[in-house]
């Protein structure tokens, strides 16, 4: 009996592959480092946990409506005002089980069969399987490393065809960490909105940003641009709660509506209890926020140097989240302890059979020559997988 074609052309995510071999290896007693799966080592902060115990002593334990709390899209509305400067209503806010289901209801409501949709790279790994999932075709603009792997306008302009409907924007970016400053952002969206497309713009590191860099939506320089925008966030990263389940969607009403629609029949409510601990994350105390961000900071420049110090590798230095991509173009071809090294992939494999060191190989994100490092762990792993690859390479 033969399976759905499109269900089959969709790769299972190579971050989340990564991380339970990583697991499963760990719980094997064997002593490898982990720097393949994003997610923030800190526990969520204790206010958070605190309001979600109460809840369940409460009994707020059943269904909610399914596209979320009011109390909760109301807390996201004034998030919005707060931290970007928009102004929405709770009929534009629909809370989904992490920004990735998010993702894919925005894919979902905008892309009609054969719609294309513009992904630049290096991109996060899950974009171009949503938009196959939603039975739209994936348009990669390939950007470079001496341009930060930035797109600009005109690259993008470049790129649309009579079938373009949206466009992907990840800023701050997984996995390169780039930030697009706000004259590039306004650029950008004057080519959307002069093409009439969406954009699905993915803000889930917006507060883990360093040096001078700041975070700006997309949606906030007019009407235009924001009545085209679907914004995507989620407490996962900022608040260090990836295991709630909590991200969300702003967008019109309209766009809303048939989001919401979907996720009623597809996944109801997500949970309960985590909706109650997203609403103190947003309502509460804000100094964790910092205060993670600041170590972030500290290993991502640790991290930088230490890789521009080993022979045979490079980095350029990312402005937000916490990953670093790392060019290895200089070792294709080369052996290493007995292997031909032919792309990311036989790297990563090898690195992670002799020296125990988890990484994701660039060709997940569209970017091949370079492999992934979250620095989102300790710097004292951080030291210990940097001294393994300089000997895995000496
Ligand atoms: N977008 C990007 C760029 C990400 O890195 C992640 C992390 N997996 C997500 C969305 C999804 O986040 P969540 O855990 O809230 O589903
Ligand atoms: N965003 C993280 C990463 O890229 C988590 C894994 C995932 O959801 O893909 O590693």
């Known amino acids: 009996m033969e399976l759905s074609q499109k269900a ?14 990583y697991k499963e290896m760990k719980a094997e007693g064997i002593d490898v480092i982990g720097f393949g799966c994003g997610e923030p080592d800190f526990d969520t902060p204790q206010n958070i946990k605190d309001a979600a115990i109460k809840a369940i002593v409460d009994g707020q334990t059943k269904y909610t409506p399914a596209s979320g709390t009011l109390a909760l899209k109301k807390a996201i509305c004034a998030k919005l005002l707060r931290d970007n400067g928009l102004t929405y209503t709770p009929d534009c806010i629909v809370v989904s089980n992490g920004a990735k289901h998010a993702l894919l209801n925005a894919f979902n409501a905008v892309i009609n069969p054969g719609d294309e949709v513009i992904v630049p790279a290096p991109y996060w790994v899950s974009y171009t399987e949503m938009i196959k999932m939603a039975d739209g075709t994936p348009v990669i603009i390939q950007t470079k490393e001496e341009d930060k792997f930035k797109i600009t306008a005109k690259e993008l302009e470049d790129a649309i065809t009579p079938k373009t409907k949206a466009i992907v924007l990840n800023s701050p970016s997984n996995p390169t960490g780039m930030v697009y400053s706000k004259e590039e952002l306004k650029e950008i969206a004057d080519v959307i909105v002069k093409h009439d497309l969406y954009v ?25 641009i924001k009545k085209r925008t679907i914004i995507i966030n989620g407490v996962s990263k900022s608040y260090a709660m990836t295991g709630w389940r909590i991200g969300f969607s702003a967008a019109t009403p309209k766009i809303t509506k048939v989001m919401a629609n979907m996720q009623s029949h597809a996944a109801s409510n997500p949970s309960s209890v985590s909706q109650v601990a997203a609403l103190e994350a947003y309502q509460g105390d804000q100094s964790a926020v910092e205060e993670m961000r600041k170590k972030f900071e500290q290993r991502r420049e640790f991290m930088v140097n230490r890789i521009n110090s080993i022979k045979g590798v490079s980095c350029t230095m990312p402005d937000g989240a916490f990953y670093v991509m790392m060019n290895i173009k200089e070792l294709i071809g080369k052996e290493i302890q007995g292997k031909v090294i032919k792309n990311s992939e036989d790297f990563c494999s090898l690195l992670l059979e002799k020296s125990l060191v988890a990484l994701v190989p660039g060709s997940g994100f569209g970017a091949e020559g370079y492999v992934r490092w979250s620095y989102a762990t300790s710097t004292e792993n951080i030291k210990k997988g940097l001294d393994r690859l300089e000997q895995f390479l000496s």
Do not use: Q, R, V, W
């Open 200 to 224: 699905i713009a993915d803000e889930i590191y917006e507060k883990l940003i360093y040096g001078d860099y700041k975070h700006y939506s997309i949606a906030s320089f007019n009407e235009e």
């Open 8 to 21: 089959m052309g969709i790769s299972a995510s190579p971050t989340l592959a990564i991380d339970s071999k």
